[in-house]
């Protein structure tokens, strides 16, 4: 069997999460080839990888979505669109549902340059059908380069090329979804499509809270991502989430019930059995937050919890472990905050192996603004350390149990609540019984529901049944 493996922004170049689930996939499956085909913002961007590829993994290959095919315009042949793809074209601008079909033949049919086509008559003239029915109020020249500036990576991914494969499988909707859904598409491969957080929400999220997009435009960047989202649940044949509220948010956005299956993250608890645990003579309190430093961890509001919390408790100790290096401006924000504030005890590690610090730790706290069902929780649970975390994804199902009795294995604190994560380190602080009581409860709900091997498993299973399905059409 051979798979492709299709995804954004992570494997192999960034480390923990879904990169670190993605590795564990195919050493899972020794028996299985793998291709992973990995997107990326700009070949600038490129890194060293981050992991040791499997020897199951035959090729990895890379996009870039800003590696545009840009020339001198008067050079290239320009590109005319038929009435049913101007049609698809014109219904993808104007927010309505367009012929997804269409638009994937153009490209796969049609060598077009992409400048040509983002520069030609045709899409001045649907941009300048848009403005004027929707955005005369701004400079109409903006307003056509954001237009241009919003397709380029669509389009870019949408005219890429990969080899076949006997099942596509994305691990996002975005970009990486729209690769899978053309193959589904052009070749009617068996496509199936794993959402480890909310990727249309998501994208919501940092759009909003993004300097690059002004307001005017934040809606129309917003509203393609939802498209875009509506054309993966199209053409996947299953759709995998981590919890009962997320697959419950799929089918909201479009996705057809049917198609959805729920499969959560999973832990190898085994390799935490031996690890290393605190020395005999460190007598503080280890808070360990096990995370990438990117804006979407909220790492600032942590740090301004953890200072209020150790204004009465100078035992505590900050360890904030993993990469520095995917949101560089916003880690450098967050150890000037710890100099300008005068907190001591953080210390960043940068990226480690979790298994050699975790224990160590006290309690974990994760103050994200958004996320699917952490693996840093069930990571910690692994180890019997309770956790703190807002109540995001799924993390309230991790730490309060949806299926158990087993008890809570932390708090549950409020997005950017400063006062409140506060109060819940110094609640686990100060009383250690609770802590190991809450460790234990974790741990046994790890074990229970959230054992890896079984997750791969699934996963296994759904690669049979799938690919089967389409030998026996």
């Not at 670190?20 to 913002?41: H, K, N």
């Not at 949408?158 to 099942?167: H, M, V």
């Not at 959560?264 to 995370?291: C, F, M, T």
Request: glycine fraction near 8%.
């Amino acid at each position: 069997m051979k798979v492709c493996l299709i995804v954004e922004g992570a494997y192999p170049y960034v480390t923990g999460g879904v990169s670190s689930w993605v590795q564990g996939l195919m050493l899972s499956m020794p028996d299985v080839e793998f291709v992973v085909q990995t997107i990326a913002a700009s070949p600038d961007e490129r890194q060293q990888f981050k992991y040791k590829i499997p020897s199951n993994v035959s090729e990895i290959q890379e996009v870039y979505l800003l590696d545009d095919d840009y020339v001198d315009n008067r050079t290239q042949k320009k590109v005319s669109l038929t009435g049913e793809e101007y049609d698809a074209f014109e219904n993808l601008l104007f927010e309505s549902s367009p012929d997804w079909s269409v638009i994937i033949h153009f490209f796969a049919e049609k060598d077009v340059s992409l400048n040509a086509l983002l520069s030609g008559k045709d899409f001045f003239k649907m941009s300048l059908d848009y403005y004027n029915a929707n955005f005369r109020r701004v400079v109409f020249s903006d307003f056509l380069w954001t237009m241009r500036s919003l397709y380029l990576p669509l389009f870019t991914i949408l005219k890429s090329r990969t080899e076949r494969a006997d099942l596509y499988h994305s691990v996002s909707s975005g970009y990486a979804g729209i690769w899978g859904s053309m193959q589904k598409c052009l070749h009617g491969a068996p496509f199936l499509m794993s959402e480890h957080g909310l990727y249309t929400r998501e994208r919501e999220e940092e759009i909003i809270k993004a300097d690059w997009v002004s307001g005017i435009y934040k809606d129309i960047w917003i509203d393609q991502f939802k498209k875009i989202g509506e054309c993966c649940y199209e053409y996947a044949d299953r759709v995998v989430s981590l919890f009962d509220d997320a697959r419950a948010f799929q089918i909201e956005l479009g996705c057809a019930k049917e198609k959805t299956v729920v499969i959560p993250n999973g832990v190898d608890y085994r390799k935490y059995e031996d690890i290393p645990g605190k020395e005999a003579g460190d007598r503080g309190i280890n808070i360990g937050a096990v995370l990438r430093v990117t804006p979407i961890k909220d790492v600032k509001t942590m740090l301004s919890a953890f200072a209020l919390a150790r204004n009465k408790n100078p035992k505590l100790k900050l360890w904030i472990m993993g990469s520095m290096e995917e949101a560089k401006e916003y880690a450098q924000e967050c150890r000037d905050m710890v100099r300008d504030m005068e907190i001591e005890n953080v210390v960043f590690t940068g990226t480690i192996d979790v298994k050699e610090y975790i224990g160590k730790m006290d309690f974990l706290i994760l103050t994200s603004i958004s996320e699917g069902q952490p693996l840093s929780i069930l990571e910690g649970f692994a180890a019997k350390r309770p956790c703190i975390a807002t109540n995001v994804g799924n993390s309230r199902g991790l730490i309060e149990g949806e299926r158990d009795d087993y008890g809570h294995a932390g708090y549950i604190v409020p997005v950017m609540g400063v006062s409140e994560i506060a109060r819940a380190i110094l609640r686990l602080a100060e009383n250690e019984t609770e802590r190991r009581k809450m460790g234990e409860a974790g741990y046994r709900r790890v074990r229970a529901y959230y054992d890896e091997e079984e997750v791969f498993g699934k996963y296994r299973s759904l690669y049979e049944e799938m690919t089967k399905s389409r030998e026996g059409r």
